[in-house]
């Protein structure tokens, strides 16, 4: 599915910027949300826990490319 690629995206960037250990599964489990909301306290964002397009913008990833 679409949102797998993008989930897979997601843990991908994460990963390459050290917040991300697991496995790039596009699976938005436990270790993708805790390498979420290190991201967004490390980028200033609110935590709310979300990849929304606040956090794309600082992981440097575009929706539609």
Do not use: C, H, P
Request: avoid cysteine; proline fraction near 0%; aromatic fraction near 14%.
């Amino acid at each position: 599915a679409a949102s797998d690629v993008y989930k897979r995206q997601v843990q991908r960037k994460l990963r390459a910027l050290g917040f991300y250990f697991g496995t790039l599964d596009g699976i938005f489990g436990a270790a993708t949300q805790r390498a979420v909301d290190k991201a967004r306290e490390t980028f200033r964002l609110s935590a709310n826990g979300l990849v929304d397009w606040a956090l794309y913008q600082k992981l440097g990833l575009t929706l539609f490319e």
